[in-house]
């Protein structure tokens, strides 16, 4: 069984779209993450929920939006696609927000790219 | 914000000690050190984690010096599958963000 679930694998559109990507996890999480890794392979954390609210947003712009619609799922949806979007995108998942020790679990990554 | 230094690419030879070193200069007393690696732009993979003492388990060792300011992770057999991007991180603390930097590149060779 897959423990953190990503769909759809690769999304191609073109600028000015609005797509979503969704993420799934079954391992009773209750923290999940969204993280961006660019052309460069740099890899950035996006946003953080917890117990389906957002605890971190690290400056974002306003067209990603997450919904955490319960802990076992958090999606991104992205308005007005922009070139500079195309990227994967890792959703994760931890077992808390306030422990000493965690340990994050990754999905496979959507590879998005912008037309 | 990444709070680590890492080697950009490292080469070990299949069936060898592979040692990936990182710095962490200015790590304070409770965060602690992870280690994930990234295999052919799949989602990174947890390896080990530690704050001051060695640790092992049954990917790697995790060898962290006294005075916490860098550490060395050893995979003990390289295999073909090891060769993958590893990144050393240091959780920020309070709160969970990890920031993840440029990584190591290591190559296994046959």
């Known amino acids: 069984d897959t423990a953190v679930s990503q769909t759809p694998k690769y999304l191609v559109t073109q600028m000015g779209n609005d797509k979503s990507i969704k993420c799934e996890q079954n391992?009773?999480?209750?923290?999940m993450y969204w993280y961006k890794q660019d052309s460069k392979k740099f890899l950035k954390i996006m946003f953080s929920?917890?117990?389906?609210?957002?605890?971190i947003n690290e400056t974002v712009p306003n067209r990603f939006s997450p919904k955490s619609p319960d802990k076992a799922h958090l999606n991104l949806h992205i308005n007005s696609l922009e070139l500079g979007d195309s990227a994967v995108y890792f959703c994760?998942?931890?077992?808390?927000?306030?422990?000493?020790?965690?340990?994050?679990?990754f999905g496979p990554g959507t590879r998005l790219t912008v037309l | 914000d990444a709070k680590t230094t890492q080697p950009t690419s490292m080469d070990c030879a299949e069936g060898r000690a592979a040692n990936l070193p990182c710095n962490h200069s200015?790590?304070?007393?409770?965060?602690?050190v992870y280690w994930y690696r990234q295999i052919h732009s799949q989602g990174p993979q947890y390896i080990i984690h530690?704050?001051?003492n060695n640790e092992t388990n049954e990917m790697a060792s995790l060898i962290i010096t006294e005075d916490r300011k860098s550490s060395t992770l050893i995979l003990p057999h390289a295999t073909l599958r090891d060769t993958a991007v590893y990144y050393c991180?240091?959780?920020?603390?309070?709160?969970?963000?990890?920031?993840f930097g440029t990584g190591t590149s290591l190559t296994v060779i046959p």
């Open positions: 994760a998942s931890s077992q808390g927000w306030v422990t000493f020790t965690m340990i994050q679990f």
């Open positions: 391992l009773g999480h209750d923290t």
């Open positions: 929920y917890n117990n389906k609210e957002l605890i």
């Open positions: 200015t790590i304070s007393g409770n965060e602690y």
């Open positions: 530690g704050l001051k």
């Open positions: 991180i240091v959780r920020v603390w309070p709160g969970n963000q990890f920031y």
